[in-house]
């Protein structure tokens, strides 16, 4: 794993770890590498791919990890889905506690999460509607972002109560989020 926030490969974290880093511009081209090859793999199954997440929002301080949000429309077959993308070197982990998502993980140290949906799915929207806000709102943003940090420093080898921590500013962001969500781009 390459720790200097300014190399393209800088990412990669052991599961279960918390350390953030920088926000690096060269996220936005790993993301759109692997959207790519993974729409090459899943072409003709009607599946919209967008890059979510902390390693999404420029300026925002990140787990070294491309978080991918995939929607696929009705009339894919799940078990085809699931064995193409296992196929493309990600290891499938049921809903990994999130009712109605497909989590997958890529590398060792992991470097991508990918959280695939069916149909119109709140999750989907949840995730689009939270990238999108805090890209549009720098203070809501730096509020994230310190609080982040903060809790990355307490809990740097215990992910899901660092998870569980963030949750109340998330859900008070979300509330807002959510209001002006207008939608993905066409990616």
């Not at 720790?3 to 060269?26: I, Y």
């Not at 982990?93 to 989590?103: T, V």
């Not at 215990?158 to 209001?179: C, D, L, N, P």
């Amino acid at each position: 794993m390459n720790r200097n926030p300014g190399d393209p490969k800088a990412v990669g974290l052991p599961e279960g770890r918390v350390r953030l880093v920088p926000h690096n511009p060269a996220w936005a081209r790993l993301y759109r590498n692997e959207r790519r090859r993974l729409r090459r793999r899943l072409a003709g199954l009607n599946v919209t791919l967008e890059h979510i997440g902390s390693t999404a929002v420029p300026g925002l301080p990140a787990k070294p990890i491309i978080d991918m949000a995939a929607w696929v429309r009705s009339g894919a077959r799940l078990s085809r889905i699931l064995r193409l993308v296992e196929e493309a070197g990600y290891e499938y982990k049921g809903e990994y506690g999130l009712a109605g998502r497909h989590f997958f993980v890529r590398g060792a140290p992991v470097t991508h999460h990918l959280h695939i949906v069916f149909n119109p799915h709140p999750h989907w929207i949840r995730w689009l509607a939270f990238r999108n806000y805090l890209r549009r709102h720098p203070l809501e943003m730096r509020r994230y972002a310190i609080l982040k940090r903060s809790l990355a420093k307490r809990f740097p080898t215990h992910r899901a109560a660092y998870t569980r921590a963030k949750t109340i500013v998330i859900e008070q962001i979300m509330a807002s989020a959510i209001g002006e969500f207008k939608g993905p781009k066409k990616s």
